[in-house]
C-alpha cells in the first residue's frame, strides 16, 4: 500500500532469571511475569510500528546466537535493532 511502511522487527532479549519473574521474591521484583512484561512492550511497539520479536535464555551461548541472528538480519535491513535485559549477567 503506498504510503504504508513497512513494519521493522525488533529482537528483545532476556537473560539469566528472568523466567522466573512474578514468582521469585515478588516483593523485590514485583508479580508481573516475562510474560506480562512481553506483552506490554510488544504492545508499545505496535503503537510505535515495530514487531518485537522475544526470547529467554539461562544459557550465554543462546543469548549470542540470537545476537549473531540479529546482525544478520539488521545488515539485510530486516531488524531496526536489539534490546537486551541482560538479567543475572549484570
Known amino acids: 500500500m ?5 513494519v521493522k522487527t525488533v529482537f528483545v532479549l532476556n537473560g539469566p532469571n528472568l523466567n522466573l519473574l512474578g514468582t521469585r521474591e515478588p516483593a523485590v521484583y514485583g ?3 516475562l510474560d506480562d512484561v512481553e506483552q506490554i512492550c ?11 520479536r ?3 535464555s539461562n544459557h550465554e551461548g543462546a ?9 544478520r538480519l ?3 535491513g ?3 535493532g536489539l534490546v537486551l535485559n541482560a538479567g543475572a549477567y549484570t
Request: zero cysteines; glycine letters at 10%.
Open 31 to 33: 508479580a508481573h511475569t
Open 78 to 80: 530486516n531488524l531496526a
Open 2 to 6: 503506498p504510503g504504508v511502511l513497512p
Open 63 to 71: 543469548l549470542l546466537d540470537w545476537i549473531h541472528e540479529a546482525g
Open 42 to 52: 510488544a504492545a508499545a511497539g505496535t503503537r510505535h510500528g515495530f514487531a518485537l
Open 54 to 56: 522475544f526470547h529467554q
Open 74 to 76: 539488521h545488515a539485510a
